[in-house]
T-cell receptor, first 115, second 112 residues
């Protein structure tokens, strides 16, 4: 089944404790992206990647890191989490190129709480 | 500034009724606009993608319209069902980059 998976789905941690949220897709998509969703603000883009070893900042990259060593995986790293990073996180992927816009497929989300 | 604004913020309708959700955008240059459905606590699911040359596109009971001149789009839901209860999000990518601008969504509740 074609899908985007995220792990963990739920995480409660404490300020300053490094964590990684994994994202994996099995559709051979070039493009992958991370978003956070907060009440009243909608989804905001954190980082995106157009292919292996190619990443770029979205609108809210502060406090986050990403890496794209393999095409299927795009982990989100919080080196020193803070309470303002408490949020619902989504990973998404899509093809690039072709004759028209490409649909983004979203993962199920990771709910992160930083105490 | 690139923005996507949606209205209304929330909407309650009775099962079987129709409704229309609005999206205004100021993203420029424009290439396409997307509508997503998001059930509570789940990832958004694509309903439709409209390019600048398309005026109307249907996906079952969902019909999206686009007016690129006025920079407005609407999503019309016909004969609503309880399962239509969700948030509907309008998204516009910034052309030439791969950044996406999301509206804050319209929360729709369909009552029996």
């Amino acid at each position: 089944e074609a899908q985007v998976t995220q792990n963990p789905r739920y995480l409660i941690t404490v300020t300053g404790k490094k964590l990684t949220v994994t994202c994996s897709q099995n559709m051979n998509h070039e493009y992958m992206s991370w978003y956070r969703q907060d009440p009243g603000l909608g989804l905001r883009q954190i980082y995106y990647s157009m292919n292996v070893e190619v990443t770029d900042k979205g609108d809210v990259p502060e406090g986050y890191k990403v890496s794209r060593k393999e095409k299927r995986n795009f982990p989100l790293i919080l080196e020193s989490p803070s309470p303002n990073q408490t949020s619902l996180y989504f990973c998404a992927s899509s093809f690039l190129g072709g004759s028209g816009p490409n649909e983004q497929f979203f993962g199920p989300g990771t709910r992160l709480t930083v105490l | 500034k690139n923005q996507v604004e949606q209205s209304p913020q929330s909407l309650i309708i009775l099962e079987g009724k129709n409704c229309t959700l609005q999206c205004n955008y100021t993203v420029s240059p424009f290439s396409n606009l997307r509508w997503y459905k998001q059930d509570t606590g789940r990832g958004p699911v694509s309903l439709t993608i409209m390019t600048f040359s398309e005026n109307t596109k249907s996906n079952g009971r969902y019909t999206a319209t686009l007016d690129a001149d006025t920079k407005q789009s609407s999503l019309h839901i016909t004969a609503s069902q309880l399962s239509d209860s969700a948030s509907y999000i309008c998204v516009v990518p910034t052309s030439g980059t791969y950044k996406y601008i999301f509206g804050t969504g319209t929360r729709l509740k369909v009552l029996a």
